[in-house]
């Protein structure tokens, strides 16, 4: 049995924010920016560390210029 808090579509989700960050080019700081976070706040969620939630997520929709679906789907 895994120990793994995260589901596999939770990953995918991860997965899926961190590809459209890079796909519109913002590094990591950029978005921490803008987000008034430190780097490490995006590199903990990117990585697993840190747990998404929804009102993130919807912050996130809005800075890489998707909807939430994209990440749910």
Not at 20 to 35: F, H, N, P, T
Not at 61 to 69: A, G, P, Q, T
């Amino acid at each position: 049995m895994s120990k793994s808090v995260y589901t596999k579509d939770y990953k995918e989700i991860i997965n899926r924010l961190k590809q459209a960050r890079i796909e519109i080019g913002l590094s990591q700081q950029a978005v921490a920016d803008k987000l008034g976070k430190p780097q490490s706040y995006i590199s903990k969620i990117e990585s697993g560390e840190r747990r998404l939630d929804v009102a993130e997520m919807k912050k996130f929709s809005e800075i890489y210029r998707k909807s939430v679906d994209y990440f749910l789907k």
